[in-house]
């Protein structure tokens, strides 16, 4: 589903050349659950992030469901984001100004679906999170785990292949952080979803099918 | 419209009300004030009321005469007018009046009352509207008849509901019959408005020495209907002709020009420059589109840096979007969009406050236009010239959004949600 072939990531400043990734190659399966971990700074999040298209890496090679990842221009990005990935922050990263069923929605404004379909794909999601009571409020009236449910629901609303989740507990107590684990858990087991999870916490990664560990950059054994 | 989002631009104007107040502030006064001046000048070349086919006739309004030992200036001598462009001017066709104030005393009050001494042809070149019985005519006008027409206005202070035709009242000193009630008229009518209107030949006394009157100005303004037979051109030369005629009569020891006979455009730009220099319209338009343009242009200038703050504060949502599928051009559109909407809607404001501020500053909006009476002034909206308005306000704020623009389409979505800034 998803190959990694030498990938680095220079980032580069006037004075200052940081490599966050290093030569890294892996190969991720179809419904596979992964955790990646590793120090802060070791180039987790970096990695996610040219998985999700949101960054370019240096060097290297990325393949995403048979489909090499090379010069492809704005649009053609943009439409992979949308078409094959789903994401979800450690900081929620939901619009403050547009409420719960907006945000969720998200996704489906840029592909060509009806505002009638969209109402529907948004209201099963939300059912499926539980909080369609919620769908009139704004992010400024739920609690931390409920923002987080909200960005599940906004990353799967178009039922993505791919689902890269960075920190997705990282702001939340424990209990609030158990339960976005089981429906990541149960999204991988009964749709098939693929889920690539960056998380510093050991008892979470083990809840997934594999551990990468990175550190300074490189994959570690 | 698939580009903007109503219902979020609304909850963002709610949510950052001190952005919202600074961008349609910014909007709003510079419509205001280009409207203001728009319609200002509108009003003026063309005011509407017994004025409002004035695009059919010249003004004549302003004399001047040089001589060895200095000049004389002035509105136009009633001599010259009688004499000279009597014979040039068919029936109907020429309008001439003289105006000043007149106190009339009612029981508990003095009213200060404009009054319009006027020929009869007045009538026919300017379109009043009769509320009740008719003007004076040639007849009354040789007779000097004590006559009047008054306004509706007028015709309410003095006699309340009473009908005011056959009545009499009593003005500088005469006793005068009203023969008609007209509607009012607007104060920025310039060469018809008053509140009394009476032949002018109860008042004034003709010079009968030509060469008196070849150097002399006067209190009179002229106006000329044009017809089918007696367009504008042939109305120049024939006033032309007298002007030579008048020279002659002069001789060496003076020179008389007119500032005129012009269309009402051209006597707005004209005002009282000397009719020897005057030079035409085409700078006096382009002064007014410049100043207008540099008023709406400064608040883009400043709209732009309110945009690159806004953006700057947005730069999560627009990573966040990104993230999600949207284009860069998408964001793009997104943002000047929204900055439409925003002009639009601080222009609907401008719009507004230029009306409010027309309607109750009049003195102070028009106190350049020496009238009498800005209170009495009937204010028209031009609604083409706010499109105009709001065309180029829109290109403006338009072009305000596309540097921001620009900056998006640069954007790496994951430098933002790592916290970067544009």
Known sequence: ?221 | MKYINFKQIREQLRQNRFFTFLSLFGVSIPVMIVMVMIVKTELYINPGGPEKDNDQMLFLNRTKVRMEEGRVSGFVNLGIIEKYFSEIAPKGSMAFSSSTLTAIFLENEVLDVPVRYTNADFWDVFDFHFVDGSHYNLDNVGNKDNVVVISRNLSRKVFGMQEAVGKTMEVEGGTYRIIGVVEDVTSLAMNAYSEIWMPYTVKSHRMSDPEEIAKAAGGYSVAFRASENWDFDQIKSDVERVRTRLNQINGEDAEIFFGGPAPATENYFRGFRDPETYEGNLMNYLALAGKALMILFLPALNLMSLNLTRIQERSQEIAIRKAFGATRKRMAFQIMGENAVLTILGGLIGLLMAYMVMYFFKDQVFAGFFIRNADQATIQINYVAFLLVMGVSLVFSILSGLIPSLRISRLQPAYVLKGGEL
């Open chain 1, 1 to 221: 589903m998803i190959y990694l072939q030498n990938i680095s990531k220079v980032y580069r400043t006037r004075n200052i050349e940081t490599l966050a990734l290093d030569n890294i190659n892996l190969e991720i399966q179809k419904s596979e659950f992964l955790s990646i971990m590793g120090p802060s700074g070791c180039g987790k999040s970096t990695m996610l992030n040219v998985i999700g298209l949101l960054d370019e890496p240096t060097d290297g090679k990325l393949i995403l469901d048979g489909v090499e990842i090379n010069g492809h221009n704005d649009k053609a990005l943009a439409a992979l984001r949308n078409r094959k990935l789903g994401f979800v922050f450690q900081n929620f990263h939901l619009i403050s100004s547009l409420n719960v069923q907006d945000n969720v929605e998200l996704p489906l404004l840029y592909r060509k679906v009806s505002p009638g379909e969209r109402r529907k794909l948004t209201e099963e999601v939300l059912e499926k999170v539980g909080l369609s009571h919620r769908r009139k409020h704004f992010p400024s009236e739920l609690s931390g785990g409920q923002c987080q449910r909200v960005a599940v629901a906004r990353a799967l609303v178009g039922k993505p292949e791919i689902l890269l989740a960075d920190e997705p507990t990282g702001n939340l107590d424990s209990k609030m952080g158990d339960d976005i684990m089981n429906l990541l858990s149960s999204l991988n087991k009964e749709l098939g979803t693929t889920i690539v999870m960056v998380t510093h916490d050991r008892q979470l990664a083990n809840q997934t099918e594999r551990i990468i560990h990175l550190f300074d950059g490189r994959k570690v054994n």
